[in-house]
């Protein structure tokens, strides 16, 4: 009787099958180098690190206050001063007198003398 030859996709049989042990990778021998140099030791596992993504764009706007302009002449340039009676409600209702003082402040355009309060 005539063999017939196994197809190539099919399993081999078992008695073809030859039993591998998988074991750890051994370190490469110990070749000494002709200086007198120990070999530098085997490479360990590669430790793959990603760098995280760049942080986001933050663009700061400085925007300077805008100057206080007289409506009649167009003149930027003031005067501030703080009435008599502004120094006497700050001193005598101190500390809360302080801020009343503040918010007496008179201001006058030095080209028109067009006065406010501010």
């Known amino acids: ?3 017939i030859p196994p197809a190539a996709d099919a ?3 078992k008695s073809d099958v030859a039993i591998e ?3 750890e990778a051994a370190p490469p021998p110990y070749h000494p180098t002709h200086s007198g140099q120990p070999n530098p030791p085997p490479p360990g596992p590669q430790v793959v690190y990603q760098q995280p993504p760049p942080p ?3 663009h700061v706007i400085h925007t300077q206050p805008t100057p206080l302009v007289c409506p ?3 003149n930027t340039l003031w005067l ?3 009435p008599l009676s502004a ?3 700050g001193i005598l209702l101190f500390p809360i ?3 009343c003082c503040l918010m007496m402040k008179k201001r006058m355009c030095t080209k028109c003398g067009l006065r406010i309060s501010a």
């Open 1 to 3: 009787m005539q063999e």
């Open 11 to 13: 399993p081999p049989a």
């Open 21 to 23: 042990i998988q074991s």
């Open 56 to 58: 986001p764009t933050v």
């Open 72 to 74: 009649v002449c167009q």
């Open 80 to 82: 501030s001063h703080y």
């Open 87 to 89: 120094w006497l409600v």
């Open 97 to 99: 007198g302080i801020l």
